[in-house]
């Protein structure tokens, strides 16, 4: 049966060398499918050229993100103030502390987070908090004296608008513990009804909004005495528009309305008189009045008679609330009123929401006894224009960069909106890695040559193993040897750049095959160098990437005929090369197809041969056991013939 089975197995080795014939075809395709993925990367609609990074003087004051919808430029910023949350701190209680049972409400801004809780101890409450606090307030216990332990409730939303408040048993608690004590709401809201414009003058008030155009003054009287050192701040929302066309250039009079002069007629004819003349002085037009432009609107107006400039806002389209500290401003006096002269020529102002608060107090008069952080909106400057949010993380600042402010400053900090090069470096890197070891592939499975695996030091022991057996498997495919020589043709070329002169060609930027001897490397004859692998001369890549950016996209990939999509480039050709090796039906599918069949076939004419060797054995055997039992028969008869002759004998 050995000898029978000879074709069998010299089948199943065709088998075996057939399956490693595909497993280095698909080895090939995913060699192509990378160098194909990295090589689209740097010219598709998600390229790295796109991609920016934001760039701070002082990461400790300001620091940013940016996406690829932000514009390269230069931003400066002033952090006045970072946003905070309200976070209060009870006196220190007794260890053995507990709270009572009751319905505990708090809010937060617009929110309102109710519970009921059963009694319990101090830690028990502040993990029901914890539980309920839907991600608006938190809780926590301190050890701020030693045998005592004191409760920290806070907000977890920032924004002057999103205050910590307490009400029903909460209320209660937060009293008896020291967090809060209850004072008197000094909250004043200041009506516009009784807005005063100065004489032949008018101001428009309508659902509590005033407007007051160019030129125009006007007043709001209202009476407050302010202590010294008094927490009280005076706060409204403006907006400012700018019209074009608000200066009339002044035109020249009609002159006076002359009747006709009459006529006489006589006989059918009829004589005019000629017409009036009335001479007119030569027409000298007024000088056009000259534009004023100022954002000083506000001040206020003391009993004494004297009065106290705000400082000025800044312009935008949006109500933007002001605060002013008015124990600063007043100095122990009492204010009358709040003076608006819009002294512009061409410019409108928007006031609504005026009203005089403690900053600290909270709804219904309770003020914080122990506060750790009051909540306060973050307070930004860019290039001179203040903002305010109620975080510290802004979006809607510039168009697709995140601001986050991290610390005050009093200095401006720089924020630079710049092209990632770090992103695009590493995708031309990575681009030449698969370049590279696909070439490694392309050489060592078209040759038989000991050499080539030498010259690859940057494999390791394994994968070098894996890379001998495959080595000489395709010796004289043409396929692969075109393959080879279109590579190395792409990226050999030159390309239409904006730079043409300068930067036409990937030598011009650090790569090619013979960069270290071009920039002062080793010498001489190397033959890895003819082998086409690329080398990549850093400093060379570094400096054409920090000045040569635009042209560099295009080197790898640009439009030529306007039509908005990239036809020429080094990345453009070599996708276009590996293109129909991996496609769906490309040559790589084809190519272990015609193996998948030729397997399929030796399969079924292994299958054949199965079946023909268990019979020829089943054959062989039964052959056997009959030459067994003839063999049998014929020792008994020679027994019997044995007991015959001696029986004669005797």
Known sequence: ?????????????????????????????????????????????????????????????????????????????????LAQADRYLSNPLDDKYTVDSGTYTYTVGTDEISFNFRGGSLKEFADTINRRGRDKINANIFTVHPGTRSLLIESKVSGSDNRLGFSADALKLAISMGMVEQGNDTRQSIPLDA???????????????????????????????????????LRFDTATSVQTDAIQIPQPPPGPDIPSSGSASYGGIVIDNDPSKTPLPEWKAPPPPQRRDSLDFFSLSFSDGSRAALPAITDTSDFTRRQYNLGDIAQGRTITGLNIENSNTNRTLTLRNIEVLDPNALSGGVKPLNAVSLAQDAIISMEG??????????????????????????????????PNRDAVKNSIVTLVGNYNRLMAELNVVTRNDDRILDEITYLSADEKADLKKRQGAFVGDSTLNQLRNSLQQAVAASYPTSAERDLAMLAQIGIGTNVRSSSGGAGGYDPSRLRGYLEIDERALDAAIQANLPAIRQLFGSDTTGDM???????????????????????????TGTLDSRISQNQRSIDTMDRQLAAKEADLKAQYGRMEAAYGRMEQMTGAFDNLSKQSNQ
């Open 1 to 81: 049966m050995k000898v029978e089975r000879v074709p069998r197995d010299r089948t199943a080795k065709n088998i075996e060398d057939l399956q490693a014939q595909k497993g280095y075809w698909q080895e090939m395709g995913r060699r192509i499918s990378t160098l194909r993925d990295s090589a689209r990367t740097l010219y598709s609609f998600q390229n790295p050229f796109g991609e920016r990074l934001a760039v701070s003087s002082d990461d400790s004051v300001i620091s940013a993100s940016a996406t690829r919808e932000s514009t390269e430029q230069r931003y400066s910023f002033t952090v006045k103030q």
């Open 195 to 233: 807005v005063r414009a100065s004489p032949g003058q008018a101001v428009s008030v309508k659902d509590g909004v005033m407007e007051t155009p160019a030129g125009v003054s006007a007043s709001v009287p209202f009476s407050l005495a302010v202590p010294a050192n008094s927490p009280l701040v």
């Open 385 to 418: 224009i203040e903002m305010r949010r109620p975080s510290n993380v802004i979006t809607d600042i510039i168009p697709g960069v995140t601001v986050t402010a991290k610390g005050v400053s009093d200095k401006p900090v720089g924020l630079d909106i710049q």
């Open 565 to 591: 999509m990239v036809d020429t480039g080094v990345a453009f050709n070599l996708e276009a090369i590996a293109k129909p090796f991996v496609d769906t039906g490309g040559i790589i599918s084809l190519k």
